[in-house]
């Protein structure tokens, strides 16, 4: 079976599909994309990410606390962000790469909405 939506997205899209299933750290797709797109700036990247946003296949929020049923601590995306606020956000280096510190809290996540959901990767 052929998925028309799927045949027109390039490697780079797949890339963020794929990012946005793991519900992965922004930066985390870089090791899904393939050079030189993965070395690229935020521009080349955002570029390839706010179509996918436009479509209304991934939304951008930032991780926030979330207690396991167990009790256990950990994160969960937050809101989505609005779409307007995006641009800003995506042109800084600094939410393209992975914390010195190592703390996720706050730091942008890519999530499937619905429809990027019944998109097959």
Not at 51 to 76: F, K, M, N, Y
Request: proline fraction near 12%.
């Amino acid at each position: 079976m052929s998925y028309p939506a799927t045949d027109e997205l390039s490697s780079a899209e797949r890339a963020f599909m794929i990012n946005a299933t793991e519900i992965d750290i922004l930066p985390g797709v870089r090791g899904d994309l393939e050079e030189p797109l993965a070395s690229a700036g935020p521009a080349e990247l955002a570029a390839v990410l706010l179509p996918l946003i436009d479509r209304g296949w991934i939304e951008v929020s930032r991780l926030v606390p979330w207690t396991a049923p167990d009790g256990s601590p950990g994160l969960q995306p937050g809101p989505a962000l609005p779409r307007r606020e995006l641009p800003a956000l995506l042109a800084d280096a600094d939410n393209w790469e992975y914390p010195d510190d190592g703390e996720w809290l706050g730091r942008l996540t890519l999530v499937l909405t619905e429809a990027g959901q019944r998109i097959p990767r």
